[in-house]
């Protein structure tokens, strides 16, 4: 079935500091690639989302590249702020058929110290 | 623009009892996903609803079932409670032309004595 593997956190940074996520993922067709964020309390948020191979998303200054070759979607952010601070969930949805349930990886803490 | 509602937030119950949780889908969505997040683990697709009915179903034993109203909100219900069950349960809503973009409500922390 299809999986998500995401890196292993807790991640801490420094402000400023560049960021990369890994996400790597299986399916049997070609998914529908996803980033959401959860901030403590709270439900998730829609990150950025990519649609087909090489597509970019991007949002908020993360990007996320849509890599078909190595079935990758790592998540990239030039310099964190402190309010980055969250849990990140990688997912993808596999296209066709009625349900478009999502697949989550299992999340990364992300934590930004000034 | 209204978003995706939960209710309630919290929840305590003990093994063996029933627990209906409530979602209210985003202005405009038709469509309802339920997932249960684990502590420390990512969410797992229970099941959607579209128009209704059962639209598709991840690996949950029937014991978890779901009702679509008119209005397009949703209930989740579990039966015969267990430890395990204990967990953030999350809704989500999308639209019929977008069903893999769904947004999510803030959940139901359920905890089971």
């Known amino acids: 079935g299809d999986s998500v593997t995401q890196m292993e956190g807790p991640v801490t940074l420094s402000e400023e500091a560049f960021l990369t996520i890994n996400c790597t993922y299986t399916a049997t067709g070609y998914p529908s690639l996803f980033w959401y964020v959860q901030y403590p309390g709270e439900g998730l948020q829609l990150l950025l989302k990519?649609?087909?191979?090489?597509d970019k998303g991007s949002n908020k200054g993360f990007e996320a590249t849509y890599r078909k070759e190595t079935t990758s979607f790592h998540l990239e952010k030039g310099s964190v702020q402190v309010s980055d601070s969250a849990v990140y969930f990688c997912a993808l949805s596999e296209k066709g058929g009625s349900a478009r349930q999502l697949t989550f990886g299992s999340g990364t803490q992300l934590t930004v110290l000034p | 623009e209204t978003g995706v509602t939960q209710s309630p937030t919290h929840l305590i119950k003990t093994r063996g009892q029933q627990v209906t949780l409530r979602c209210s889908s985003q202005s405009g969505h038709n469509t309802v996903s339920w997932y249960q997040q684990a502590l420390g683990q990512g969410p797992q697709f229970i099941f959607q609803?579209?128009?209704?009915?059962?639209?598709g179903r991840g690996n949950f034993p029937p014991r978890f079932s779901g009702l679509q109203f008119p209005n397009y909100s949703s209930e989740l219900n579990v039966n015969a409670l267990e430890l395990d069950d204990s967990a953030l349960y999350l809704c989500?809503?999308?639209?019929?032309?977008?069903?893999?973009?769904?947004?999510f409500g803030p959940g139901t922390r359920l905890t089971v004595l």
């Open positions: 609803y579209y128009r209704e009915e059962e639209n």
């Open positions: 989500a809503s999308s639209s019929a032309g977008a069903r893999d973009e769904q947004f």
């Open positions: 990519a649609t087909k191979a090489d």
